[in-house]
């Protein structure tokens, strides 16, 4: 675990033991160092002039990350038009 991503998870359970009702800001806050620390990986395999580096372990990875968020979304949309149809909403 990165310190950037301890950080996030610390300052979120701060707030919520302060009494703040963070119900999804630690989501987003997640998905931003997700997206610093593989664009962190892939300018420094650029940067050394490393490809290999920069694709497999920066953009490669980001782009699995991303199609997993995307399907992991399109479940919670189709679990939650489920369940709304089965107590009666529409």
């Known amino acids: 675990m990165t310190t950037l991503r301890q950080a996030v998870q610390e300052y979120v359970r701060m707030r919520r033991d ?11 806050l997640l998905d ?10 892939t300018f420094q395999g650029t940067f050394h002039a490393n ?3 920069a694709v497999w372990y920066g953009w490669s990875e980001l782009k699995r990350d991303l199609t997993e968020i995307k399907y992991m979304g399109e479940d919670m ?6 369940d709304r149809q089965s107590a009666g909403g529409k």
Do not use: C, I, S, W
């Open 18 to 28: 302060l009494g703040f009702k963070l119900h999804e800001a630690d989501k987003g």
């Open 32 to 41: 931003f160092v997700m997206f610093m620390e593989h664009r962190m990986r």
């Open 51 to 53: 490809p290999d580096y």
């Open 77 to 82: 949309r189709r679990n939650h038009k489920t």
